[in-house]
Every structure is written in C-alpha cells, then in structure tokens.
C-alpha cells in the first residue's frame, strides 16, 4: 500500500493514476474540499483529513509500505511554507517511522541546497531533506527543476492569444520534466535498488532557455508569439506594495523570486545518472506538450 499525500495536485493526481494503472494500491490523502472524485473512481482509497492534523497523519500511516509526499504551500489554500513544506512533512515522516513504512519518497526542489535565504519553501525542503537523512527510514529525494504540467494553462492561452508573459532574464536556462516521467520515477524509487537513500536532480532531457518556451509554443500552434518580458524589478515592486498590507505574503513571494532571479536546470551527467537508474528515456517538454495539447 502507498500513501500519497498532495494527491490532488498536478503531480500527486498522476502518481495515483499510475499505481493504479499498475493496479497497485494506494490510499490518497485529500481535504475533503478538493476535487478526488477521478481517483476514488480509479480505485484508489480516499483518506480525508489535513496535513497539519498529527493524528490526521498517524491514522494515513496505518498499514502502508511506502509513502510520496508529492505536497506543497503552493498548492494549498490554508497553509504557507513552515506548516505544509516542513511541520507536515517533519510529522508525516516521524509517523511513516512509528508504522514501520519500508520507503519514504520526498518530492523535494532543485536548488535546495544553494541556500537562499529569501526563499521559504527552499529552506523548509532543505530542513525536510536533513530531517528524512537523519531518520534511519530508507529514502529517496527527487529535485525537479520544474513540471511540465504547469506550462498547460500558459499553452492554452497562447493557443487563443498568442500572449506569453517572460518576467526576467529570457537567457536563464532550464530543464522543464514531465510531470508523468517524475511520477514514474517517484513510484519506482521504491522498488529501485540504486535509488536507495539517493538524492537525484530531476530535469527534463532538453537544456532550455526561458525565450526558448514561446518559441516552442509557437512552432507546436503555428503562431507567432507576442512576447511580454517585464524585469525583475516589477515582482520587487509588487512584492513591497503587498508588504505594506500582507508581511506573510510578502514573504511567500520571496520563493517565486528566487525562482524567477535563477537558473534551474540539470546537467547531462545528472540526465544520464537519471535515465541509467531508472531505466528509461527521458521525454521531452515538446512531446509532453504535443501529447496534452492533442497536437
């Protein structure tokens, strides 16, 4: 049995799809305001309780293997970096021991362990990832440098648009993974011998540079882009406007900076070091777009 918590979000929905494409059972970790219908009807066991909660988490541990925490503040509506990126996590972690879970997978974030002090969810994943070192379960921890999936919605737009908004360097590099191959990689972690108490960089094959993105979107729909490419300096603005009036969220937003302010992106010897572990190509952004996107 694996414990899925985030089961909802854009990656935790596609590991549960898949352990149960597999026919593996899983039980999903859901608030009972989210949308779990497509996963009960997919035969997975729908837990409703809230990751803040310890006995909440310590009746999900019942009588489970193997545990993705595939959670996170940014994809929750009640929670910020220090309750959902790392107490929960802390917690969930400290159950997974007492219920004697066999394999702990934490979905962690590249560039964790640069330490950026502006950043709350980097520095929770980090504290996250010492804790799950030190806690004598077996483990594997998986930084990907971003989702495929979070580029849909923007692809979508443009298909009606043409717009793509840039904010920062178009130069910085990244290795955009898709969100399918990460859950893969996710559940086979458990069964996978060489990654055993690992940490892996999780990108996709490709090295691309931010303006790469609407070229891509307009050679998949044919259009010529209308490109938007504000500075930094505008999220800096908004960030001390909303300071005056919101200091957590000011806050927050420090992790959207760093993401937007830096490169992410894996080498070609993490890709091999991937690829050789897992035993699959990697695909690209352009086929995970092309394949979503019905194109």
């Given at each position: 049995?694996?414990?899925?918590?985030?089961?909802?979000?854009?990656l935790?929905?596609?590991v549960?799809?898949?352990?149960?494409?597999r026919?593996?059972?899983?039980?999903?970790?859901?608030?009972?305001?989210?949308?779990?219908?497509?996963?009960?009807?997919?035969?997975?066991?729908?837990?409703?309780g809230d990751?803040?909660?310890?006995?909440?988490?310590?009746?999900a541990?019942?009588?489970?293997q193997?545990?993705?925490s595939?959670?996170?503040s940014?994809?929750?509506?009640?929670?910020?970096?220090?309750?959902?990126?790392?107490?929960?996590?802390?917690e969930?972690?400290?159950?997974?021991?007492?219920?004697?879970?066999?394999?702990f997978?934490?979905?962690?974030?590249?560039?964790?362990?640069?330490?950026?002090?502006?950043a709350?969810?980097?520095k929770a994943?980090?504290?996250?990832?010492?804790?799950?070192?030190?806690?004598?379960?077996?483990?594997t921890?998986?930084?990907?440098?971003?989702?495929a999936?979070n580029?849909?919605?923007l692809?979508e737009?443009?298909?009606?648009?043409?717009?793509?908004?840039?904010?920062?360097?178009?130069l910085?590099?990244?290795s955009?993974?898709?969100t399918d191959?990460?859950?893969?990689?996710?559940?086979?972690?458990v069964?996978?011998?060489?990654?055993r108490?690992?940490?892996?960089?999780?990108?996709?094959p490709?090295?691309?540079?931010?303006?790469?993105?609407?070229?891509?979107?307009?050679?998949?729909?044919?259009?010529?882009?209308?490109l938007l490419?504000?500075?930094?300096?505008?999220?800096?603005g908004?960030?001390?406007a909303?300071?005056?009036?919101?200091?957590?969220?000011?806050?927050?937003?420090?992790?959207?900076?760093?993401?937007?302010?830096n490169?992410?992106?894996?080498?070609?010897?993490?890709?091999?070091?991937?690829?050789?572990?897992?035993n699959?190509?990697?695909?690209?952004?352009?086929?995970?777009?092309?394949r979503?996107?019905g194109?």
């Amino acid at each position: 049995m694996f414990l899925v918590t985030g089961a909802t979000g854009d990656l935790g929905r596609r590991v549960v799809r898949l352990l149960r494409e597999r026919e593996t059972p899983v039980r999903s970790l859901v608030r009972l305001t989210s949308r779990y219908a497509e996963l009960e009807n997919r035969g997975a066991e729908i837990f409703i309780g809230d990751l803040r909660r310890e006995r909440d988490l310590s009746k999900a541990c019942q009588g489970v293997q193997y545990v993705i925490s595939a959670h996170g503040s940014g994809e929750s509506s009640d929670g910020d970096a220090e309750t959902i990126d790392y107490k929960a996590n802390i917690e969930l972690i400290d159950q997974s021991k007492a219920n004697g879970v066999q394999h702990f997978v934490f979905i962690s974030v590249l560039g964790t362990d640069r330490g950026y002090e502006d950043a709350p969810v980097f520095k929770a994943k980090r504290e996250v990832e010492k804790y799950l070192q030190a806690s004598g379960l077996n483990y594997t921890i998986l930084r990907p440098s971003g989702f495929a999936s979070n580029l849909l919605p923007l692809a979508e737009q443009f298909r009606k648009t043409g717009l793509y908004v840039l904010i920062g360097d178009p130069l910085s590099r990244t290795s955009i993974v898709s969100t399918d191959d990460l859950a893969r990689i996710a559940i086979e972690s458990v069964s996978t011998d060489g990654a055993r108490n690992q940490i892996f960089a999780v990108g996709g094959p490709d090295i691309l540079k931010r303006e790469d993105i609407p070229r891509l979107f307009s050679r998949i729909f044919n259009r010529e882009p209308f490109l938007l490419n504000p500075p930094l300096l505008a999220v800096d603005g908004l960030r001390s406007a909303i300071g005056l009036f919101n200091p957590k969220l000011r806050s927050s937003l420090g992790t959207l900076r760093t993401l937007l302010a830096n490169e992410f992106f894996t080498t070609p010897t993490e890709t091999e070091r991937l690829e050789s572990t897992f035993n699959f190509k990697l695909e690209t952004l352009e086929a995970f777009l092309r394949r979503y996107l019905g194109i």
